[in-house]
C-alpha cells in the first residue's frame, strides 16, 4: 500500500498568510493525488485532483502541484473560512490511502 | 441538487453486524462508482472500499482492515450503495461516509459527500 506522509501536522498562520501544506507518496505516482478541506462537524470537501486541477467553485486562492513522490497544497491569502484540517488522498493505487491531516488554525 | 444520505448507523456490541445504507438523488447513480470512507472520534479520514459500477460488473475492493468483514453492494433501481458490516470491533467505531467517486480522466476524487452516519461499537 501507498503511505501518504503528510506534514505539518498542523501549523498557526494570520489571515492573509500564505500556507503550505505538503504530502510524500511512500513510492512514485504520476498525477493521481486529491487534497480536501474539513471543518469540525462537517464532511470533506473536495479542493483539488489531479495533484493540480481545482475542483469546480474552489477559489483560485487554493493551488496544488506536483508529481512523483511530493505533492503541494498551497493557500495565498488565507481567509477566515479556510481555518480547517487538510487531507491529501492518493488514488493510485488501492487501497487509496489519505495522510494524516493538517489542521490549519488562527495564530 | 445532489444528495447523499446515509442511514444505519448505532450502537451494536462487538462481533455483531450493522448496514448502512447511502441513498442518492439529483444525478444518474448508476453511472458512478460509489466509496465508503470512516473517520474515528478525533482521528483521521480512512479508506474503507469502492462499489463499481455495471460496466465494471460491479466489483468491489476493500481496505485490508475490513476486507473478509464488511461487504458494499448497491441497487441501482434505488439508487443507494450498502456497507454490511460483520464481525464488528470497537476499532470500527467512526462516522462513515458515502461518497460519489467523479473520475476525470484517469483520476478519481471524492467530489460529493454524505452528511455521516456514527457507528459505535462498544458493550
Known amino acids: 500500500a501507498i503511505q501518504m506522509t503528510q506534514s505539518p501536522s498542523s501549523l498557526s498562520a494570520s489571515v492573509g498568510d500564505r500556507v503550505t501544506i505538503t504530502c510524500r507518496a511512500s513510492?512514485?505516482?504520476?498525477?493521481?493525488l486529491g487534497w480536501y478541506q474539513q471543518k469540525p462537524g462537517k464532511a470533506p470537501k473536495l479542493l483539488i485532483y489531479?495533484?493540480?486541477t481545482l475542483q469546480s467553485g474552489v477559489p483560485s486562492r487554493f493551488s496544488g502541484s506536483g508529481s512523483g513522490t511530493d505533492f503541494t497544497l498551497s493557500i495565498n491569502n488565507l481567509q477566515p473560512e479556510d481555518f480547517a484540517t487538510y487531507y491529501c488522498?492518493?488514488?493510485?493505487?488501492?487501497?487509496?490511502?489519505f495522510g494524516g491531516g493538517t489542521k490549519v488554525e488562527i495564530k | 441538487e445532489v444528495h447523499l444520505v446515509e442511514s444505519g448507523g448505532g450502537l451494536v456490541q462487538p462481533g455483531g453486524s450493522l448496514r448502512l445504507s447511502c441513498t442518492a438523488s439529483?444525478?444518474?447513480?448508476?453511472?458512478?462508482?460509489m466509496d465508503w470512507v470512516r473517520q474515528a472520534p478525533g482521528k483521521g479520514l480512512e479508506w474503507v472500499g469502492r462499489s463499481r459500477r455495471k460496466t465494471y460488473s460491479y466489483t468491489t475492493e476493500y481496505a485490508a482492515s475490513v476486507k473478509g468483514r464488511f461487504t458494499i453492494s448497491r441497487d441501482d433501481s434505488e439508487n443507494s450503495v450498502y456497507l454490511q458490516m460483520n464481525s464488528l470491533k470497537t476499532e470500527d467505531t467512526a462516522v462513515y461516509y458515502c461518497a460519489r467517486v467523479f473520475s476525470p480522466g484517469a483520476n478519481d476524487a471524492f467530489d460529493i459527500w454524505g452528511q455521516g452516519t456514527m457507528v459505535t461499537v462498544s458493550s
Open positions: 439529483g444525478f444518474a447513480f448508476s453511472e458512478y462508482h
Open positions: 489531479a495533484a493540480s
Open positions: 513510492q512514485g505516482m504520476r498525477n493521481d
Open positions: 488522498l492518493q488514488d493510485d493505487g488501492y487501497p487509496l490511502t
